[in-house]
């Protein structure tokens, strides 16, 4: 059984960062893409950034380019978002996601087999 947990939430200040960990157990993630998601209040939730495990490929939405990077830690299981020059948009629940296999449609929420719980991350003007 797959189990991801998020952690790295809090509040911040417009322009600053923070770095969300989530921390992947219960598989071998060689062959897992992981996806980081997000949801606002009253809005869908979002794709942000993805990684492929394996090899190290990563996307990222157009919104976060530039201020957000994804990278993984093969030796602790874990994949991060690191996330500078934050804005008050950027308030929501952030969600890990994995899949098992490459998929064209990373950035699709159906896409995903299993999902953290999600971490609140709060910017402030």
């Known amino acids: 059984q797959v189990q991801l947990v998020e952690s790295g939430g809090g509040l911040v200040q417009a322009g600053g960062s923070l770095r969300l960990s989530c921390a992947a157990s219960?598989?071998?993630?060689?062959?897992?893409?992981m996806g980081w998601f997000r949801q606002a209040p009253g809005k869908e939730r979002e794709f942000v950034a993805a990684?492929?495990?394996?090899?190290?490929?990563?996307y990222q939405a157009d919104s976060v380019k530039g201020r957000f990077t994804i990278s993984r830690d093969n030796a602790k299981n874990t994949v991060y978002l690191q996330m500078n020059s934050l804005k008050p948009e950027d308030t929501a629940v952030y969600y890990c996601?994995?899949?098992?296999?490459?998929?064209?449609?990373?950035?699709?929420?159906?896409?995903?087999?299993?999902w953290g719980q999600g971490t609140q991350v709060t910017v402030s003007s």
């Open positions: 990684i492929r495990w394996s090899g190290g490929s990563t």
């Open positions: 996601a994995a899949r098992f296999g490459w998929s064209a449609s990373y950035y699709s929420l159906s896409a995903y087999n299993y």
């Open positions: 219960g598989r071998t993630f060689s062959s897992y893409v």
